[in-house]
């Protein structure tokens, strides 16, 4: 390689490396700026992302959102939520649109290493499922051939339905859409037979429908989905702590810390739990992830634990009814763990 050449490289290299920086500091921005930008679902999903009438957000992503200002600035209301598409969310993530995508997207491996973002934490385990009318009698996904299938573009639903109906040597005609919403009117227009997204998504939008109960969720369940927030690479700091905000979450509920008990949990005698709630002398768990020693609290007094938060969003608390299943804590026969906070 000659010396020109050899030049041209390294300087590329250095602009590269330079690119890579100009997203390290989110922590920093977000610091600056007051709030957390978080990326959410454009089109209201009921019991991750969606907003009232009177503009207020919820869901379980959006208590996600909230937990990350709790840690940074002790505050649960210092986030602005970007509604986005499908489509849209990741240019957002790339571009420095929003800090956070909490918009119920599945953690990938060409979205780890082709997008430019990293996940690590999962708040939501799903899988991809069909709702049909329970008028056309069918009771399997593998009775569906020759079926008209609504499905979103962009996602990883439209690459799962076709390989599964590939695999199972099944004829389909794809009904694809831009938008959820769109997706949405088409399956209630009865211009698809069956309407395919993660099976969550499928639980939130029948209570849209005008008649839930004419409509049923096939028992298959013909993917993995993990769900959970992601983050622009090479950006280390703000990835520990979004992760160790859903972490938190989760680690409270195995602590038996909640809401409604933090306040007395502070002067438990447990060493782990004092740790966890920022009552141990010498510590710098907050110090190291860039916080307040109390990051902890402030998400479980004001957001609550990983369990408060499912069964208000999605659980038995809420019009979803969704059992935990696979989102219980592992102790329980989940996959909900968080790593020791200490």
Same mark, same amino acid.
């Given at each position: 390689?000659?010396?020109?050449?050899?030049?041209?490289?390294?300087?590329?290299?250095?602009?590269?490396?330079?690119?890579?920086?100009?997203?390290?500091?989110?922590?920093?921005?977000?610091?600056?700026?007051?709030?957390?930008?978080?990326?959410?679902?454009?089109?209201?999903?009921?019991?991750?992302?969606?907003?009232?009438?009177?503009?207020?957000?919820?869901?379980?992503? *959006?208590?996600?959102?909230?937990?990350?200002?709790?840690?940074?600035?002790?505050?649960?209301?210092?986030?602005?939520?970007?509604?986005?598409?499908?489509?849209?969310?990741?240019?957002?993530?790339?571009?420095?649109?929003?800090?956070?995508?909490?918009?119920?997207?599945?953690?990938?491996?060409?979205?780890?290493?082709?997008?430019?973002?990293?996940?690590?934490?999962?708040?939501?385990?799903?899988?991809?499922?069909?709702?049909?009318?329970?008028?056309?009698?069918?009771?399997?996904?593998?009775?569906?051939?020759?079926?008209?299938?609504?499905?979103?573009?962009?996602?990883?639903?439209?690459?799962?339905?076709?390989?599964?109906?590939?695999?199972?040597?099944?004829?389909?005609?794809? *009904?694809?859409?831009?938008?959820?919403?769109? *997706?949405?009117?088409?399956?209630?227009?009865?211009?698809?037979?069956?309407?395919?997204?993660?099976?969550?998504?499928?639980?939130?939008?029948?209570?849209?429908?005008?008649?839930?109960?004419?409509?049923?969720?096939?028992?298959?369940?013909?993917?993995?989905?993990?769900?959970?927030?992601? *983050?622009?690479?090479?950006?280390?700091?703000?990835?520990?702590?979004?992760?160790?905000?859903?972490?938190?979450?989760?680690?409270?509920?195995?602590?038996?810390?909640?809401?409604?008990?933090?306040?007395?949990?502070?002067?438990?005698?447990?060493?782990?739990?004092?740790?966890?709630?920022?009552?141990?002398?010498?510590?710098?768990?907050?110090?190291?992830?860039?916080?307040?020693?109390?990051?902890?609290?402030?998400?479980?007094?004001?957001?609550?634990?990983?369990?408060?938060?499912?069964?208000?969003?999605?659980?038995?608390?809420?019009?979803?009814?969704?059992?935990?299943?696979?989102?219980?804590?592992?102790?329980?026969?989940?996959?909900?763990?968080?790593?020791?906070?200490?």
């Amino acid at each position: 390689m000659n010396k020109k050449l050899l030049s041209g490289v390294l300087g590329a290299a250095v602009l590269a490396i330079g690119a890579a920086g100009a997203h390290a500091g989110t922590l920093d921005d977000v610091k600056a700026k007051g709030f957390v930008q978080c990326g959410v679902n454009g089109a209201g999903l009921a019991g991750f992302g969606a907003q009232d009438s009177s503009g207020n957000w919820s869901g379980l992503d *959006v208590d996600l959102c909230k937990a990350i200002a709790a840690a940074v600035f002790g505050d649960a209301t210092k986030v602005k939520y970007t509604p986005l598409s499908a489509k849209d969310r990741f240019p957002a993530l790339q571009s420095g649109e929003i800090d956070v995508l909490a918009r119920n997207t599945t953690w990938s491996a060409s979205r780890d290493s082709q997008l430019g973002f990293d996940f690590r934490a999962v708040n939501y385990y799903d899988g991809q499922g069909f709702m049909v009318r329970s008028s056309i009698g069918v009771k399997s996904a593998l009775e569906l051939s020759g079926a008209a299938v609504c499905v979103q573009s962009g996602t990883t639903t439209e690459l799962n339905l076709a390989d599964y109906f590939k695999a199972n040597k099944l004829e389909y005609k794809p *009904v694809v859409f831009e938008k959820q919403e769109e *997706v949405d009117a088409a399956y209630q227009a009865g211009r698809c037979d069956v309407y395919t997204t993660d099976q969550s998504g499928l639980y939130s939008i029948r209570l849209s429908l005008s008649n839930p109960a004419e409509h049923v969720i096939l028992p298959e369940i013909i993917s993995k989905e993990p769900l959970g927030p992601a *983050v622009r690479q090479n950006d280390s700091k703000w990835f520990d702590v979004v992760s160790y905000a859903h972490y938190a979450m989760v680690a409270a509920e195995e602590f038996g810390v909640n809401s409604g008990n933090v306040d007395e949990m502070v002067k438990s005698e447990n060493p782990d739990i004092k740790r966890f709630l920022g009552e141990e002398k010498d510590q710098t768990i907050g110090k190291d992830l860039g916080l307040d020693e109390k990051w902890a609290y402030n998400i479980i007094k004001q957001v609550g634990n990983y369990g408060d938060s499912f069964e208000r969003n999605v659980g038995e608390g809420s019009n979803l009814k969704i059992k935990r299943g696979l989102n219980a804590l592992w102790s329980k026969g989940g996959l909900q763990y968080a790593p020791p906070i200490r």
